[in-house]
């Protein structure tokens, strides 16, 4: 099975590297993994240390990552597998969050034992829950599986057409109920459950490695945006990318400023820029949709030119 390629570098020897001013061989690997539950281990070849790769993205967005880089591959097929796994990690992953959301010490491993792991079980508490969270009733052409079972069980191979499409309407599923749940739901609980949903699998994972000096590297490059912001927020956003690109030098100076004394760069309405202090607003946010789908691939496709040219490949 194809899995998701990942690009890791091994902070122990880059400060070796550093050290000895040999800015051209920082090692980078280049690793396919296979794991798809978002940490991957290697052993560094140069020092032997286990350096554990973490994503803080959640299960779906690796799934739907890796569907778009076997599109970009033209494996159509792998790509339709990806991506259904991904809707589906979804489904199960906003049931969990709702659940949470209304009983944080719920046992939702237990809920899943007793029959809820089944597909057609899972799909219907999904919509349920999301009638009772938001009060509205999900479309359900936005869960089309007619594409999935016929390459699954027909051997039927997609085309890039059928597999667009398809790709789309799971993004579109995406955007509509991220959309409610990032407006409506307290950030602090969407955070505290990714949280302890991350901290289950990275215990589990230690208690398997004794006595090795280990790297703990999170990462965190998601395509699919969870953006939200004010209007004021997305004013001021606008208004820092006019002036990034007719003022760069000056921009660049701003920035370097901002990160040492934890400010920000505030831009008013004369175009004139100063550094502010973080304020919270109080102004409702507004999710911020995801970019295409032909625009991932695009972000995908320039992702791997930039890094393969310049990693060593890694088999694990």
Same mark, same amino acid.
């Given at each position: ?5 990942? /690009? ?21 690997y ?44 033209k494996? /159509?097929?792998?790509s339709?597998?990806?991506l259904?796994k ?77 597999t667009?499409? /398809? ?18 739901i ?79 760069? /505030?831009?008013?309405e ?47």
């Amino acid at each position: 099975m194809p899995g998701s390629y990942l /690009y890791i570098t091994c902070f122990k020897c880059q400060k070796k590297y550093l050290k000895e001013g040999n800015l051209n061989g920082l090692p980078l690997y280049k690793v396919r993994n296979f794991s798809m539950d978002g940490i991957t281990q290697i052993i560094c070849p140069e020092c032997q240390d286990i350096i554990l790769s973490i994503s803080q993205e959640m299960l779906y967005e690796i799934y739907f990552q890796t569907a778009v880089e076997q599109f970009v591959d033209k494996n /159509y097929a792998e790509s339709v597998f990806f991506l259904t796994k991904s809707r589906e990690t979804f489904i199960k992953y906003i049931i969990e969050l709702l659940l949470y959301e209304k009983n944080s010490s719920i046992n939702i491993e237990n809920i899943w034992s007793k029959g809820m792991a089944l597909s057609e079980r899972r799909l219907g508490a999904f919509f349920a829950l999301f009638f009772y969270r938001f009060g509205e009733f999900l479309d359900l052409n936005k869960i089309e599986t007619n594409l999935r079972n016929k390459v699954m069980h027909d051997s039927v191979y997609p085309t890039e057409e059928d597999t667009t499409k /398809y790709a789309k309407n799971i993004l579109s599923l995406f955007n509509t109920v991220m959309k409610k749940i990032l407006e409506e739901i307290d950030l602090k609980i969407i955070m505290s459950f990714n949280h302890g949903q991350q901290k289950k699998k990275i215990d589990a994972y230690l208690k398997t490695l004794k006595d090795r000096h280990i790297q703990i590297q999170y990462a965190s490059d998601s395509i699919i945006s969870r953006n939200t912001f004010s209007k004021s927020e997305e004013e001021q956003n606008t208004r820092r990318e006019i002036f990034s690109k007719k003022y760069p030098d000056k921009w660049k100076e701003l920035a370097c400023q901002a990160n040492k004394t934890g400010k920000i760069i /505030y831009i008013n309405e004369q175009g004139a820029a100063e550094l502010k202090n973080r304020v919270e607003d109080n102004e409702p946010k507004i999710y911020q949709p995801t970019q295409s789908f032909e625009k991932l691939v695009e972000i995908i496709s320039q992702r791997k030119k930039r890094f393969d040219n310049h990693s060593i490949t890694l088999v694990i």
